[in-house]
């Protein structure tokens, strides 16, 4: 007998794990909505060639074929075996496969939108929370199958788009209580005047994947990397100064701005930038702004390609070590990648799993979260329960979450069902309380019981 197994780099959730997800999810999702979003869904499967080619050479490899099905079809059998033999040769695998596992929710949604342009409303606004699959080696906090929860925005090229997006973090961060939050900014249009100013636009992908491993490996490893993809010492230097603009929001946009001020990519990034700071310093008190957590951050590369200008980095606060709990950014023709140029986009991420982990270590999870059944009635006999059930369906009818014990057993066995449970009330309906018309209603937390009509207890405020 094969012993219960899943896929390494995949998880079960039971249910205290799926309520914590849910409520991290319906708090993102309830934002979204307020800001107009529409939901969608993608199919777990695309054409090979809709993913492949987009996410660099490294995040290509990380894609997940899936084999053609034909062993069971004689006519196909041969040729699958022969165009599986070529594979573990090493050769063409178009025979063998041609769907994958989707590798994140962007490319998808340009698809869609290449295939709908002509039907939908623009700017079209969309969320899309669904599990993606990555081929890569399991670690802590990495796996093969995971969820992404992502908004976009296509079709507007106007910067309202990035300043709703910052809100949208700042209004979820706070409703989840991660005041601490740090969002990082900066524009890919200053990174591309920084590469020109380093001897050309050639040098762009060199300069953001160096600048990229900042945080990790630190400025004279970032500088060595650097002189290893043939900059020379004086380009270095620039960046190295680049790299040393710090201070206030203002302070690093004068700093930009005495460095690559000059060049024209370089002044459209510092006016993206000041636009952005300054919607949040000018916005009214009484309304919800991440002024404060906003941060301007020349360091910040990311090293997706398709970004062409704010790119966002959401970052846990520092009291835990975790780093990003999200990101994003500007790409000006994602579609075009589809035969569909020239429609404009951005979208955010924020990564689930991480802020489950960080709400988990900063114990910021509500006390009620793991509450499903809200109220058991014990079985205590055919009469009893007959009269139990009819209650308690009355009781679903008005919302009210509640189960009957499924056999008459002695309350010992009962009361510790509901303590597993972490159902808060009981509700005790025996002989006595059947012939008075009414029952006892029990709060586990403090003990208090009190004797209630059927009628008050179908109108208690559980």
């Not at 390494?8 to 799926?18: A, E, H, I, N």
């Not at 999810?25 to 800001?35: G, M, N």
Request: hydrophobic share 35%.
């Amino acid at each position: 007998m094969a012993k219960a197994s899943i896929p390494q780099g995949t998880r079960d959730f039971g249910p205290d794990v799926v309520r914590k997800r849910m409520y991290i999810l319906d708090t993102i999702r309830s934002v979204f909505e307020l800001y107009g979003f529409q939901p969608l869904e993608t199919p777990a499967m695309e054409n090979l060639d809709t993913l492949m080619g987009k996410y660099g050479e490294e995040g290509d490899k990380l894609i997940f074929k899936i084999l053609n099905n034909g062993l069971d079809n004689p006519e196909k059998e041969t040729q699958v075996r022969e165009d599986f033999e070529k594979v573990l040769q090493g050769k063409n695998n178009k025979g063998i496969t041609e769907r994958a596992l989707k590798y994140d929710l962007t490319i998808p949604f340009a698809r869609y939108v290449a295939m709908n342009h002509a039907q939908l409303v623009f700017p079209f606004k969309r969320y899309q929370v669904q599990p993606v699959w990555r081929a890569d080696r399991p670690q802590k906090g990495r796996y093969r199958e995971f969820y992404q929860c992502d908004a976009d925005v296509v079709g507007s090229q106007s910067l309202l788009n990035e300043v709703e997006l910052a809100s949208i973090y700042h209004q979820v961060f706070t409703k989840l209580g991660l005041t601490g939050y740090e969002l990082r900014i900066n524009s890919r249009k200053v990174l591309a005047a920084l590469a020109e100013t380093c001897g050309g636009a050639d040098k762009m992908t060199d300069i953001t994947v160096a600048i990229d491993k900042l945080d990790k490996i630190g400025i004279d490893k970032v500088k060595e990397e650097l002189a290893t993809r043939g900059l020379t010492d004086d380009q270095i230097n620039i960046i190295e100064k680049y790299l040393n603009i710090t201070g206030t929001n203002d302070e690093i946009i004068a700093g930009l701005s005495q460095l690559i001020g000059g060049n024209l990519n370089g002044q459209k990034g510092i006016e993206e930038l000041q636009l952005l700071t300054n919607a949040f310093k000018d916005a009214d008190s009484r309304l919800p702004t991440p002024d404060s957590r906003l941060f301007v951050d020349p360091t910040l590369a990311r090293g997706l390609n398709y970004y062409t200008g704010i790119i966002f980095e959401a970052k846990a606060p520092a009291t835990v070590k975790m780093g990003s709990i999200g990101g994003g950014g500007r790409y000006d023709d994602l579609t075009g990648l589809f035969g569909v140029p020239n429609i404009p986009g951005v979208g955010v991420s924020f990564g689930v799993d991480r802020i489950y982990d960080v709400l988990e270590e900063l114990k910021l999870f509500p006390a009620d979260v793991h509450v499903g059944t809200q109220v058991l009635f014990f079985n205590l006999g055919e009469a009893e329960s007959k009269k139990a059930f009819e209650l308690l369906q009355q009781l679903r009818g008005q919302g009210i979450r509640g189960e009957l014990y499924h056999e008459s057993s002695k309350f010992d066995k009962q009361f510790k069902y509901a303590e597993k449970k972490n159902i808060p009330y009981i509700v005790i309906l025996g002989e006595k309380e059947l012939a008075s018309n009414s029952c006892n209603l029990k709060e586990l937390a403090t003990g208090v019981q009190q004797t209630l009509s059927f009628t008050d207890l179908l109108n208690y405020k559980f």
